[in-house]
């Protein structure tokens, strides 16, 4: 397991955008950003694998949001753009020990604390 900070939320407008980072302690293999809404389950919204080919978008963000990783500085990235009123929620970086990607959150040994992001309309 490693330790995992994320940064950059915050209140944007719809239509913005923001970028989250997330530092790892450690080497990392297969990472991802989930979201949980008030009331709402966790979900899988983007990952990448340790060679970053073929990254994961969920239906909800994808052509919007961009996941990329820097193995150097052991950080993962989430561009946001076009942000929707439906996209706020508490923003959660995790890391799986697994090569492969993994949509469900079981499958990841290593979560941040979140940051919230709120898109107001």
């Known amino acids: 397991q490693v330790q995992l900070v994320e940064s950059g939320g915050g209140l944007v407008q719809a239509g913005g955008s923001l970028r989250l980072s997330c530092a790892a302690s450690?080497?990392?293999?297969?990472m991802g950003w989930f979201r949980q809404a008030p009331g709402k389950e966790r979900e899988l919204i983007a990952a990448?694998?340790?060679?970053?080919?073929?990254?994961y978008y969920a239906d909800s963000v994808k052509g919007r949001f961009t996941i990329s990783r820097d193995n150097a500085k052991n950080t993962v990235n989430l561009q946001m753009n076009s942000l929707k009123p439906k996209d706020t929620a508490v923003y959660y970086c995790?890391?799986?020990?697994?090569?492969?990607?993994?949509?469900?959150?079981?499958?990841?040994?290593?979560w941040g604390p979140g940051t919230q992001v709120t898109v107001s309309s």
């Open positions: 995790a890391a799986s020990p697994a090569k492969v990607i993994f949509t469900t959150p079981r499958h990841y040994d290593s």
């Open positions: 450690g080497r990392t293999f297969s």
């Open positions: 990448i694998s340790w060679s970053g080919e073929t990254p």
